[in-house]
Every structure is written in structure tokens, then in C-alpha cells.
């Protein structure tokens, strides 16, 4: 489809996975496209690491990038789920069903940010940074015309809200959207040296906690990365010590060995649940990413990346912006509600209190053997659309 004569402009607000992965699509179809990104750092303000799963890694490949973000990271074939006393509660194939190939990979979130970036760039994508998009209006003659914190604006025949879990763009098209809320944990990521705690390579460490739950990854450098989640009713106002965590884990013997070892610790992230958004798209815009399913479970870059691919073959296949919007918005709602419900499962299991962490216990071992592939082969074995190959600039 061809808004106007000579193409389609697009304007991105959000420079993160989403957007970067929109900015890829919407070039990958032909049209033109600059991307507004708040910050001037191009690893935004979120640092912890990110694992694709086999469909995420199949939605770079449908933006031809696949390779790109795989050299970026490293391979993680198997996850494995610890009980607090250090009992194994099970094992199964990380990110993917057990018979695939494509196994799940982890990188820093601004990593994956940065070779997305760099692939928009590479395809004649714009980039601009430190501009924040603040409001926008749809124009009489078609269109719609984006204003920036600092006083810029630009015109577009469409804007994708790219722009996170407190998105603009979804306060725009629907001024009464719902706002977030602070989900009831919070996650302190860092690297430890290695040869603390016993880590088989290539497998993703989850333990439930006391505090909450513990990942730890042993990469292939010989360091760990780890991400203590806190279940806590209130959020960290700021940072937490080491010493802190240590306590808070001290019940738990893979944790403690990791935090023992601890060489870096980042900023802890409150995570934030947000109510079935109303409004997701109403022509000229239309919302991606955590700007309207701020998904969790581990699968919120996965869908930053299907959600474009799947935009981009409508807006390319449909006969009118309108259409493209709601066949983009029919494909997306019922995947993403569905993987809200999987989160919120999820959550629970690293809040529980001690009666439900040993129910939890007793049922894991059997859910995961018997359960478990059948119960997310929907998510990782989903097929997306193939959008047209191009090599590089202009077009
Ligand atoms: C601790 C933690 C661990 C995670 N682990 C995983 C994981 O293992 N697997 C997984 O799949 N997901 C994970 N996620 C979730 C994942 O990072 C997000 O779901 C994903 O990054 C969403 O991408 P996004 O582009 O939609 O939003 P964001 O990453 O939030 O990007 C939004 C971008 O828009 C910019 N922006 C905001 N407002 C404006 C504006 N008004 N104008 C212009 N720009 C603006 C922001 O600066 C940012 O760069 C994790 C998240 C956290 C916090």
C-alpha cells in the first residue's frame, strides 16, 4: 500500500527494541523513516540483560537481522528451575520447544538496541536523538504531524508509538489511557566472576527465593550475570548494597555464592503492570511494543520485535492505512493478552508466600516434565509473514 504517489513516511517515537525493529520494517516495505529517541545514550536508560526466545529470534529473522544479534550475544539451550533448599525442580529447553534448533539468546538490552540501531541505519533508516516526543495531531489533508520537547516538529503519514511502558503516543490516542503500576518486585541486575557457584554452561539458572527469585547465567567469558528480583510492596527509592541483597538471599546457596562473587551491580528496575490498553492504533497511529503490552515472562523484547513485522506486512499488503491498522491490531491482541495471563502466573510464583512456595514445590517438578512443552508451543513455534529482502540505503 502507498499512502502517497512518492512512498510512505514513517515517524518512530521511541528509539528502543520496538522502535528500532519498526524503524527496520517499515524500510524493509519501502518507506521512509526517522526515529525520535528521548535520550541521547543509545542504551536508553534500562540496563539488564535481555534473552530472545525462539520466536523473537525468528522475528529478527523475518527483519533479516537474525544473524546481526546473534553474533551480539550467546546461546542459552536450558533452563533450570531451583527450589530455595537447592532442589532441582526441573529442566527444559530455554526459550523454545525441545526439538528446536534456535536457541535462546541473552545480550545486554542496549546491546540489542544498538545493532537494531544499526541495521535501521544501515537500511536508510534516521536516527535522532534527544528529542521526546510530546504531543501529535492528525492533519486535514491526511497525515499527522509530531511535536518534540524541544520545539521541532515533523510530519508523517503515520506514527508508531515505540515509545515504552509510559508511552506518550498511548496518552495521545486516548487521553484516558490507564497509567502503570508498580507490579510488586523489582530487579537488581550484575556480574559476578565465575567459580562461585556451580553453573553448567549454557543453562539459564532460576532459583525461588525467600526474597523472590534469583537468575543466574554463567557466559561464556568465564563471568555470571545475575538479576536478584525482590518481591517487595514498595519500591526501592534507590539503589540497594550488596550487603543488602546478600541478606536477602542468605537463605539460598546458589545466590549467595553468586552475590559472594559479585563484581558489578546496576540500577534496580521497578516492574510495572499496565491494564489491557483500550485504544491500540487509530489511523494515522498505531502503538507497539511495551507501549501496549508491557508483556513480562521474558518475552517483552520477543514481541517488540514480532510486533513490527507483523505492522509492516500489513501496512505493505493492505488497500488503505485504516485496514493495515486493524489487521496489524487483530494479529496482536490475542497473542499478547494471552502471554499477559502466562506473566502474571509467572509473577505470582516469585511473590508467593511459604504456603503456596511449597505447594509450588511439589507441583513444578510434574508441570515441567509433563506440562510444559504443551502449554507454550503457541508462543515459541509462532509463523510471521515474510517481508521483502533489500541490501541496503535508499528505496
Ligand atoms: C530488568 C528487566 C529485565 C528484562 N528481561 C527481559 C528478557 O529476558 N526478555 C525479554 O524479552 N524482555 C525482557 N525485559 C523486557 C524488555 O526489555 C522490554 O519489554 C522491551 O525492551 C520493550 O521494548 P520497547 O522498545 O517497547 O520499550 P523500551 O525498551 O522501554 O524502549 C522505549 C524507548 O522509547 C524512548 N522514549 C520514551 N518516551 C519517549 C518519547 N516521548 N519520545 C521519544 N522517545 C521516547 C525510551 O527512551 C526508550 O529508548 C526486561 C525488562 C527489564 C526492565
Request: with cysteine.
Amino acid at each position: 500500500m502507498r499512502i502517497r504517489e512518492d512512498g510512505n513516511r514513517v515517524i518512530v517515537a521511541g528509539g528502543g527494541v520496538a522502535g528500532a525493529a519498526s524503524a527496520i520494517g517499515f524500510r524493509r516495505i519501502g518507506a521512509e523513516v526517522t526515529v525520535y529517541e528521548a535520550y541521547e545514550d543509545p542504551a536508553g536508560p534500562v540496563g539488564s540483560f535481555v534473552s530472545l526466545s525462539a520466536n523473537g529470534l525468528r522475528g529478527l529473522d523475518t527483519l533479516g537481522c537474525l544473524d546481526r544479534v546473534r553474533d551480539a550475544g550467546f546461546a542459552l539451550p536450558l533452563q533450570r528451575m531451583w527450589a530455595s533448599n537447592g532442589r532441582l525442580l526441573g529442566e527444559v529447553a530455554r526459550g523454545r520447544l525441545s526439538a528446536d534448533p534456535m536457541y535462546s539468546i541473552t545480550l545486554w538490552r542496549g546491546r540489542l538496541v544498538e545493532e537494531l540501531r544499526k541495521e535501521a541505519v544501515r537500511l536508510g533508516a534516521r536516527v535522532v536523538t534527544g528529542e521526546r516526543l510530546v504531543d501529535a495531531e492528525r492533519l486535514e489533508a491526511g497525515g499527522v504531524r509530531a511535536a518534540f520537547a524541544g520545539g521541532r516538529t515533523d510530519e508523517a503519514d503515520l506514527l508508531v508509538g515505540a515509545d515504552g511502558i509510559r508511552s506518550a503516543t498511548r496518552r495521545i490516542l486516548d487521553p484516558g489511557a490507564a497509567e502503570p503500576s508498580y507490579g510488586g518486585y523489582y530487579t537488581v541486575p550484575g556480574i559476578s566472576a565465575g567459580g562461585g557457584a556451580d553453573l553448567a554452561p549454557g543453562t539459564f539458572n532460576l532459583t525461588f527465593s525467600r526474597a523472590g527469585a534469583f537468575i543466574a547465567i554463567p557466559v561464556p567469558d568465564g563471568t555470571v550475570w545475575w538479576a536478584a528480583q525482590v518481591a517487595a510492596p514498595d519500591k526501592p527509592d534507590a539503589g540497594i548494597g550488596l550487603d543488602a541483597l546478600a541478606r536477602l538471599y542468605r537463605y539460598e546457596e546458589q545466590p549467595s555464592a553468586v552475590l559472594r562473587e559479585a563484581r558489578e551491580l546496576h540500577r534496580p528496575t521497578a516492574h510495572h503492570l499496565l491494564e489491557d490498553v483500550r485504544v491500540w492504533q487509530r489511523a494515522p497511529m498505531v502503538l507497539v511494543g511495551d507501549a501496549v503490552h508491557p508483556v513480562g515472562a521474558g518475552q517483552g523484547a520477543s514481541m517488540a520485535i514480532e510486533d513490527p513485522a507483523v505492522l509492516a506486512h500489513a501496512v505493505m499488503s493492505a488497500a488503505s492505512l485504516p485496514e493495515a491498522l486493524e489487521t496489524y491490531e487483530r494479529g496482536r491482541r490475542g497473542r499478547t493478552a494471552k502471554l499477559m495471563k502466562m506473566a502474571g502466573a509467572n509473577r505470582e510464583s516469585k511473590t508467593a508466600g511459604p504456603v503456596a512456595r511449597r505447594v509450588q514445590n511439589a507441583v513444578m517438578p510434574l508441570v515441567l516434565r509433563f506440562l510444559y512443552e504443551r502449554s507454550t508451543s503457541w508462543l515459541y513455534t509462532h509463523e510471521l509473514e515474510p517481508l521483502p529482502r533489500v541490501s541496503g540505503r535508499a528505496g
